[in-house]
């Protein structure tokens, strides 16, 4: 096996300590209980990128691989042929370095920051499919959770030589009797104030791509128009006979469901199987509550360009942490924005800066921690039925997961915060998986 790695040039290290780095293979001879844990705990829950080989002579079932990916695990397969599964290993390695490599170049972490690990492979899958692709992309999640801002890392990274300018339609401010010259353009004469000839975001986008941020708003009739450009890449400007040839990226954005049947407007289903070539869907900061801290530093800096680092006192950082963002990361922006406004002299920034709207109630500080928030939960899921049992086991998966997101995936330190010992954490979270399957 280890010259077969290194014939790949690959140079194994073998040792029991955990490996630090961001790929690395866990070869295993069957798929025992303690497996999955084995994997969670190696890949820090999916953050680094594990390879499982299996090197037993019975063959895996397919729940046994599904299992192994939801433990962690980047991929799995069985070790067979050393000739073909070290080039497999190798071929993996080197795709998952590059791009390693590129989600934390500053390109990419200095616009889209956050190392909470949901993030962090959101991240990973669009630079892939933005590099290694050239997939019409959607881009989907409530507003401001960065879709614009992932466009645009989607066109950057694109390797295509001579590659146009990304051209970005708002199709929910498209006015609709204008919006077949928007997409089309138009001919001069063509209709009432049509001046002059004017090209359209098809020819705008020629060469390059195209992003049509809330797609969904799109009229029915425009789809149809939209899905026969996709198809042929030709199309007439408003008031012409001339067809043209336009030839883009599409990416597409919106913040609801396309397909639900319970929609005011239902969306093309031909038209949504043609732009989701590949779907990629944005956690709220509900669900990546430990990048907090990191990006309102960041939108420190920007409040502040070419001024020293600037720090928040222990009560502003908490009060930051703790509050609620329904218009998530760019509701975050927004208020470091208003509390670096208020900031003046020396200094860390101090509660007074936080705007007086903003302020929590001090009644609510003096409370426990199970009070407010946690009550209403608990009396709406009695409302529905949910029984004792369920909001019990519920609450514990959701602390275990809180724990593992904060600690980065560290089993140990995770425990710790739970109160519990390592065994028991391992136990409960094999528990889990075997109640998922």
Not at 356 to 369: I, L
Request: aromatic share 6%; glycine share 8%.
């Amino acid at each position: 096996m280890q010259a077969a790695l290194e014939a790949a040039g690959i140079e194994p290290r073998l040792e029991n300590a955990r490996p630090r780095a961001r790929c690395g293979a866990l070869f295993f001879d069957s798929p025992s209980p303690g497996l999955c844990a084995e994997i969670s705990e190696a890949s820090r829950l999916g953050q680094d990128c594990l390879l499982a080989v299996s090197l037993g002579a019975a063959p895996l079932s397919d729940s046994e691989y599904w299992r192994l990916l939801e433990a962690g695990a980047a991929d799995a397969f069985a070790w067979t042929d050393g000739a073909q599964a070290a080039p497999k290993i190798a071929a993996r390695f080197e795709r998952w370095e590059a791009i390693e490599e590129l989600t934390r170049s500053l390109s990419v972490s200095e616009h889209l920051v956050g190392e909470n690990s949901a993030w962090r492979s959101v991240l990973r899958d669009v630079v892939e499919v933005a590099r290694f692709t050239d997939s019409f992309v959607l881009i989907t999640g409530e507003s401001g959770t960065g879709k614009e801002g992932v466009a645009r890392l989607i066109h950057a990274l694109d390797p295509r030589p001579r590659k146009g300018e990304l051209f970005v339609v708002d199709c929910a401010a498209v006015v609709p009797s204008l919006s077949g010259s928007e997409f089309f353009g138009h001919e001069k004469g063509a209709f009432t104030g049509a001046v002059a000839a004017r090209e359209g975001a098809f020819a705008m986008a020629d060469g390059g791509t195209l992003f049509l941020d809330e797609v969904g708003e799109l009229p029915p009739p425009l789809q149809a128009e939209l899905l026969r450009v996709i198809q042929e890449g030709m199309y007439k400007r408003v008031g012409s006979n001339v067809w043209r040839r336009t030839n883009f990226r599409l990416l597409c954005a919106t913040n609801r469901s396309l397909l639900d049947p319970d929609s005011e407007s239902l969306f093309r289903r031909d038209l949504y199987h043609r732009i989701a070539a590949w779907t990629c869907h944005l956690p709220t900061l509900r669900d990546r509550v430990d990048d907090i801290p990191i990006l309102s530093r960041h939108f420190l800096r920007l409040a502040s360009p070419g001024e020293e680092k600037m720090e928040l006192d222990e009560p502003v950082a908490r009060f930051l942490a703790e509050r609620a963002y329904p218009g998530n990361v760019r509701d975050l922006k927004n208020l470091v924005f208003r509390i670096r406004s208020r900031h003046v002299g020396p200094g860390p920034i101090t509660v007074g800066d936080i705007p007086p709207e903003e302020r929590p109630c001090a009644a609510h500080e003096e409370g426990t921690w199970d009070e407010q928030g946690f009550e209403q939960c608990i009396r709406r899921a009695l409302t529905r039925g949910v029984t004792l049992r369920e909001i019990r086991n519920a609450a514990g998966e959701i602390a275990v997961r809180i724990a593992f997101a904060e600690e980065k995936g560290n089993l140990q330190q995770a425990a710790r915060r739970l109160g519990i010992t390592n065994r028991a954490l391992q136990m409960r979270r094999a528990a889990r998986r075997e109640e998922v399957h």
